[in-house]
Nanobody, 119 residues
Framework: VQLVESGGGLVQPGGSLRLSCAAN????????MNWYRQAPGKERELVAI????????AYADSVKGRFTISRDNARNLVYLQMNSLKPEDTAVYYC?????????????WGQGTQVTVSS
């Protein structure tokens, strides 16, 4: 099982970045996919979620209206489009795959990609 994030970097306030997460080693299309982030000294927080079929995305209040999560089940990819970035968006962003099967939670993580918003 592997989740590999890419697309992070340094961007000025107000700028945009698009994160990608490539999945392999499991049946991607049946897993809900999530993006989390963790800023220095803070707990990891859920940023965005998307169901296995790509419907009903949901967002943390702090990113609502600025971030968009999407997925491509044919290519085993999930994306996070981040617009109007703010310094407080600075964090390591993690891709997460999650599914509950017969009461067992299957939970996979990527290694993270750094996003830094600074002038």
């Amino acid at each position: 099982v592997q989740l590999v994030e890419s697309g992070g970097g340094l961007v000025q306030p107000g700028g945009s970045l698009r994160l990608s997460c490539a999945a392999n080693g499991f049946t991607f299309s049946i897993y809900d996919m999530n993006w989390y982030r963790q800023a220095p000294g803070k707990e990891r927080e859920l940023v965005a979620i998307i169901s296995s079929a790509g419907s009903t995305p949901a967002y943390a209040d702090s990113v609502k209206g600025r971030f968009t999560i999407s997925r491509d089940n044919a290519r085993n990819l999930v994306y996070l489009q981040m617009n109007s970035l703010k310094p407080e968006d600075t964090a390591v962003y993690y891709c997460n795959a999650r599914r509950t099967i017969l009461g067992t939670i299957y939970n996979f993580w990527g290694q993270g990609t750094q996003v830094t918003v600074s002038s």
